[in-house]
C-alpha cells in the first residue's frame, strides 16, 4: 500500500531529525492507526528532547555569562595589584607606613583572586550539579562594606568615592561567598 510506505518513509525521515537534534514538529494527520499512535508518541518525545534542548542552552548560556563576568572581575584585583607593586618598585624611599598599607592591600586582593578561583570551580560543581550553597542573612551594609573593601584601591587612585544610600540594616539571604 502505496499510503503506508510513504507514512513509514515519513516516520524514518522524521526519526532522522531526531537522531540529528532536529526537533521540528511534524504531525499531518491524528488517526487511530498503529502508525498514527506512533506517530503521536515521536511527537511527545520530540516536545520533550526540544524542551531539554532549550534548558540546556540556556544553562550553558548562563554559564559562560558566569564565566566571562568572573574574568573580567579578576581584572579588578590584577590592576591594583599591578599599580602598587610598580608604586612600591619606583619608590625605594617610599615610608614605611605607606608600604605597609600597600602590602595589606594588595594580600587583600590575592584574597578576593582566591575567591574568584574557588567562585570558578564552584560553577563547575554547579554546572555538574555538586554545588551547595550555603545561604545566610546578612544586612544590606554588610555586603556593600564587603564590596568598598574590594574596589577601594581603585577608587583611591580613580578619585572615585563609594557612597552607601539605602536602608543599611535591611537583610538579604544570599551566600556571602557567591
Known amino acids: 500500500d502505496r499510503r503506508l510506505t510513504k507514512k513509514m ?26 502508525l498514527s499512535i506512533l506517530t503521536n508518541e515521536l511527537y511527545k518525545i520530540t516536545v520533550l528532547l526540544r524542551e531539554a534542548a532549550e534548558s540546556q542552552q540556556k544553562l550553558a548560556e548562563n554559564l559562560e555569562t558566569a564565566l566571562a563576568d568572573i574574568s573580567h572581575q579578576f581584572k579588578t584585583p590584577l590592576t591594583s595589584l599591578q599599580i602598587m607593586l610598580d608604586e612600591i618598585y619606583e619608590d625605594p624611599e ?42 545566610k542573612t546578612v544586612t544590606v551594609q554588610e555586603l556593600f562594606d564587603k564590596v568598598r573593601q574590594n574596589l577601594e584601591i581603585l577608587a583611591d587612585l580613580r ?19 557567591w
Open 94 to 135: 617610599m615610608p614605611a607606613k605607606v608600604r605597609q598599607e600597600f602590602l595589606r592591600l594588595m594580600s587583600q586582593q590575592i584574597q578576593s583572586m582566591s575567591s574568584l578561583a574557588t567562585t570558578l570551580l564552584n560553577l563547575a560543581r554547579l554546572d555538574n550539579g555538586t554545588f551547595k550553597m550555603h545561604n
Open 159 to 177: 578619585g572615585v568615592e563609594l557612597e552607601f544610600g539605602g536602608d543599611a540594616a535591611a537583610g538579604i539571604t544570599i551566600d556571602p561567598r
Open 9 to 34: 518513509t515519513g516516520l524514518v525521515s522524521y526519526v532522522q531529525d531526531l537522531s540529528e537534534r532536529i526537533y521540528d514538529l511534524k504531525l499531518e494527520e491524528n488517526s487511530e492507526d498503529e
